[in-house]
């Protein structure tokens, strides 16, 4: 059995692999659910708030470097 951590972080890497082009989100924080942005806003905070954004969604900043991608 996987630990939950690991359940999640494994859930987390899947969702960083958008089936969707990021770059119209350039600056933005997005919500990815099943690989797909299903939310976005310039802040986090106004992000999570949004209607759309379930607390299982991946959270993440889409950078103007295409260095990578953080979860937040």
């Known amino acids: 059995m996987v630990a939950p951590k690991q359940a999640d972080l494994r859930r987390a890497q899947t969702e960083l692999d958008p089936t969707v082009d990021?770059?119209?989100?350039?600056?933005?924080?997005?919500a990815l659910r099943n690989g797909k942005v299903v939310a976005s806003d310039a802040r986090l905070e106004a992000l999570r708030a949004l209607a759309d954004v379930r607390a299982s969604d991946v959270l993440m900043p889409v950078s103007h470097a295409r260095s990578g991608y953080f979860v937040a």
Do not use: A, M
Request: glycine share 12%; hydrophobic share 55%.
């Open 22 to 30: 990021l770059s119209p989100f350039l600056g933005q924080w997005v």
